[in-house]
């Protein structure tokens, strides 16, 4: 198999180069009958596992495409060579990923190229340590989503992600609060997210107490019920208020006891342990460096 895609590889560059007789046929032609070459032999070098042939094979695949003029076939090109370079690592598949949004972007084709971007963004972060490049193309998704009539929850998405990363991994506390605030209001004046806002009102809420500012804390809390009167009849809403007020008396026990009884029903995801834990910690810091532990 590996053979015959390099033979195909090897038949697609003679075509490229061409000689006098195929430029005598015309170049569009002569490219045209180069990429089906180039498509044939990237299926090939997939289907032996040649991850960087493959892409090498879609790069001059998308190269015809340019020459022909087909825009959309060259991002696809493009798109394919991301998807198999992905493989080696989120680096390799970057310059692909890229060309093939900002190509489907000139086109107009705003959500496809946030697609193409938020893949890009969520192998960065799939790999680990690398929060910094995830969380940029994590916003160049959302750009592209914003742009798209259609894609409206797709940046809500794009950018509660970016506001997660934000604060765990870069302490960037307040804007991931304005991102959860600002989804949070958006997210009551649609019937179908409305019951999400709980969800980010917490996440804005805890934020707010992380920040060891507890008039802010409970500013922010009055807000959200406020804003949304279900807010405070919720689990959610209830939790918040329990965590504010324990913070503000400086109440370990009565901190932990809030989290343990909304645990119970339902498990607090890692991003919440980790920031309640901090919490915790500077209500009553201990020295055992262990994990979170709200005992």
Not at 92 to 121: H, N, T, V
């Amino acid at each position: 198999m590996g053979d015959n895609a390099a033979a195909l590889m090897a038949k697609a560059d003679k075509k490229v180069k061409g000689g006098f007789f195929a430029n005598l046929m015309g170049g569009e032609r002569r490219f045209a009958e180069a990429a089906e070459l180039y498509q044939q032999a990237a299926n090939a070098f997939k289907l032996n596992k040649q991850w960087k042939d493959a892409g090498d094979a879609f790069m001059q695949l998308a190269a015809c495409h340019r020459e022909c003029g087909s825009q959309f076939e060259e991002a696809s090109a493009y798109q394919e060579a991301g998807n198999v370079l992905k493989r080696l690592s989120s680096r390799d598949s970057e310059g692909p990923y890229k060309k093939a949004s900002e190509l489907l972007a000139q086109g107009g084709r705003f959500g496809q190229a946030g697609k193409i971007l938020r893949a890009l963004a969520e192998a960065f972060q799939a790999e680990g340590g690398k929060e910094k490049e995830a969380i940029q193309y994590f916003r160049e998704a959302a750009n592209m989503f914003e742009m798209d009539e259609y894609s409206k929850s797709a940046y809500s998405q794009c950018m509660i992600i970016i506001a997660d990363l934000s604060a765990k991994e870069q302490d960037n506390l307040e804007e991931a609060i304005e991102i959860y605030e600002k989804e949070g209001e958006k997210a009551l004046g649609n019937n179908l997210m409305q019951y999400g806002a709980k969800e980010h009102f917490l996440k804005a809420g805890i934020l707010h107490i992380a920040s060891n500012d507890s008039v802010n804390a409970k500013i922010a809390l009055e807000k959200y019920e406020s804003m949304d009167p279900r807010f405070a009849t919720s689990r959610e809403g209830k939790l918040l208020r329990s965590l504010v007020e324990a913070f503000e008396g400086g109440d370990v026990e009565a901190f932990v006891e809030a989290i343990a009884e909304f645990d119970n029903i339902s498990r607090l995801d890692e991003w919440k342990t980790h920031f309640l834990f901090k919490i915790k910690q500077t209500m009553a810091p201990t020295t055992d460096g262990g994990g979170a532990d709200f005992t």
